[in-house]
């Protein structure tokens, strides 16, 4: 990879708007967060502190993506940056597909980051407090982080998406922050209107309305499977992960292919 | 042997809502290796639709646009064409060595001659000084010159310009007349547009006139000339007083004044003599307006 030259030109954009910084802030910030709620919650600190560092990596990777996005790709077309790298000898399949590949990297490399602050954070609390059921920091926190990595590659095709077709950065990421949380917490909605019928008026309007929703995106709530390092059991993690991840990916590569199209018959002016 | 650029009877129109403009209308044209191409024409004439569309940058157009006989929308077409866009934005987060260095890495030219050619193309475009500050602090000027070592700096065979005198001061301007002069000597193919015929006169080797999307081709634009009886210039002087009724006072002390070119000899020996100071001669029938003339006639 690191010979195709508009793939490397994609890692120098990213890195020169400070991505070495944001990324040691997110880690900080990160460790920081989950150490302070250990810290001040009384029972179970280690589970608390995991649970709140794995939320802000979920965020973090949420504005990066968006960045990288805003940055390779809409402000390529608002510029005009467009104009020159475009009349070089390589198809705009190439061009997006390279883009694409160098921000998903630097999104790969933040989980790797994130990931070994958040052990260290969480050692740390644990070491000072008694917990009666520990945290699983092997193999379900390695498939916790996986599954992250792969909400990641949703996030990035969606935000490179509305980048290709945004006239604007702050569409970008209002619209790609909507979705996001659209696809979040659907489930959620769904299974509260189905458990309590009286939450509000004709719940059936709104299940059909989220069951729509459904089609349109993947749930993103199923492939989060943090509770199996929480509580070191498989007992919460949501059930067919493995197949909501593969239509996590599905609906991502359609995503890519749609902004490639768009891409392809896009003209620069 | 293919032209390096050739259009075929290409028309586009551009629609904005209900209405529709046509760009170009049936243009065709060729450029063959090594020839130097000016296309001149007024603002929205057309000049800048043209070259996106050699370019793969507009579809929606009739007709055919091969570079080097492949189909202009096969990105490979470009490996050996370099493009400066009018008033171009280059990555301004890029100093002009890393952007130098993204163009020979993407035309895949030979690692081993990389820093020879940077410093060589820093040095004709008197860039060296800048070479390591960030595009963001650099004068338009300047990242013109920028984006011009860019394209020259991948040895192209076809370069295209838009407009790339506009904007330079007479230092900046002449220095770069010389440059592509150099690369037209060396062989290289260009299509250079501007509004002003003056701009392309003294590099061209064939003239387009384009004006609504309508293109004439010139092989020599002087010939256009000698169809307009007696030609006149517009003399510009200085003096304290009026000093013939048939000059008109633009402001205090400025005159301007039209003169047959029979005349031109005596009028500026009268005016010596009564020691008006000359500002400037022009040709009152420009070539362009003679041009757009006759392609109103056809
Ligand atoms: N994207 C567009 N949408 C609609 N109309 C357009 C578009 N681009 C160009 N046009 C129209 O096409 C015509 C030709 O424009 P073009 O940019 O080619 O002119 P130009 O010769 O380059 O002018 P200039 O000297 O001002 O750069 C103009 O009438 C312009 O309004
Ligand atoms: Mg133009």
Redesign the pocket.
């Given at each position: 990879m690191m010979g195709v030259p508009e793939y490397t030109v994609g890692l120098r954009l990213c890195i020169r708007i400070g991505f070495l910084k944001i990324l040691a802030g997110f880690c900080l910030g990160l460790a920081g967060a989950a150490w302070l709620a250990g810290e001040f919650s009384g029972r179970q600190p280690a589970t608390v502190a995991l649970d709140v560092g794995l939320s802000f990596a979920h965020f973090a990777i949420l504005l990066l993506g968006i960045v990288f996005a805003q940055e390779l790709f809409a402000k390529e077309f608002e510029r005009k940056y467009s104009l020159i790298t475009l009349s070089y000898p390589i198809s705009r399949r190439r061009f997006v597909l390279a883009r694409f590949a160098a921000a998903y990297t630097l999104l790969i490399g933040s989980c790797l980051a994130m990931a070994l602050s958040l052990v260290i954070a969480t050692i740390f609390v644990s070491q000072s407090y008694e917990q009666a059921r520990v945290v699983d920091l092997g193999l379900p926190y390695v498939w916790t982080w996986c599954l992250i990595a792969l909400e990641a590659f949703f996030v990035l095709a969606l935000a490179t998406l509305f980048a290709c077709v945004a006239r604007s950065q702050a569409f970008v990421l209002l619209s790609t922050v909507g979705l996001f949380v659209v696809a979040r917490s659907f489930s959620a909605m769904l299974s509260l209107i189905e458990m309590d019928r009286t939450l509000v008026e004709q719940p059936g309007h709104y299940q059909v309305g989220l069951e729509t929703i459904g089609f349109l995106l993947p749930d993103l709530s199923a492939i989060d499977i943090r509770a199996a390092s929480l509580y070191a059991s498989m007992t919460f993690v949501p059930e067919n992960w493995w197949l909501s991840s593969l239509s996590v990916l599905f609906y991502a590569l359609m995503l890519l292919s749609i902004a490639i199209f768009i891409v392809d018959r896009k003209?620069l002016? | 042997m293919f032209p390096a650029l050739s259009f075929n009877k290409v028309s586009k129109t551009?629609k904005?809502r209900a209405k529709s403009?046509e760009?170009l209308s049936d243009i065709t044209f060729d450029i063959h290796e090594g020839e130097i191409f000016g296309l001149v024409?007024?603002?929205?004439?057309?000049?800048?639709?043209?070259i996106k569309i050699a370019l793969g940058m507009l579809g929606g157009y009739t007709g055919d646009v091969r570079i080097y006989g492949n189909s202009a929308e096969d990105s490979n077409a470009r490996r050996h064409v370099s493009y400066v866009p009018?008033s171009p934005s280059l990555y301004e987060q890029f100093t002009p060595n890393e952007l130098l260095k993204t163009a020979l890495e993407i035309h895949k030219v030979d690692k081993a001659s990389h820093a020879r050619l940077r410093n060589l193309w820093l040095e004709r475009l008197s860039l060296e000084a800048v070479a390591s500050k960030r595009l963001r602090t650099l004068s338009k000027g300047t990242v013109q010159r920028v984006a011009l070592a860019h394209a020259l700096i991948v040895s192209p065979k076809l370069l295209v310009l838009?407009?790339p005198l506009s904007g330079l001061d007479p230092v900046g301007r002449k220095d770069v007349i010389q440059i592509l002069r150099d690369y037209k000597q060396s062989g290289g193919s260009m299509l250079l547009?501007s509004?002003v015929l003056y701009d392309v006169e003294e590099l061209a080797d064939k003239f387009g006139f384009?004006q609504d999307?309508v293109l004439e081709i010139a092989k020599n634009p002087n010939s256009l000339l000698m169809d307009v009886a007696a030609p006149l210039f517009s003399v510009r002087y200085h003096s304290l007083e009026n000093l013939t009724p048939d000059g008109v006072e633009l402001r205090a002390g400025l005159y301007e004044m039209t003169v047959p070119q029979d005349e031109l000899i005596n009028f500026l020996g009268w005016l010596n003599e009564r020691q008006g100071l000359l500002i400037s001669i022009k040709p009152f029938v420009s070539l362009e307006s003679a041009f757009l003339a006759k392609v109103r006639q056809a």
């Open positions: 003209d002016i | 551009f904005v403009v760009a024409g007024p603002n929205g004439a057309g000049k800048s639709t043209t009018e838009d407009e547009t509004h384009i999307g």
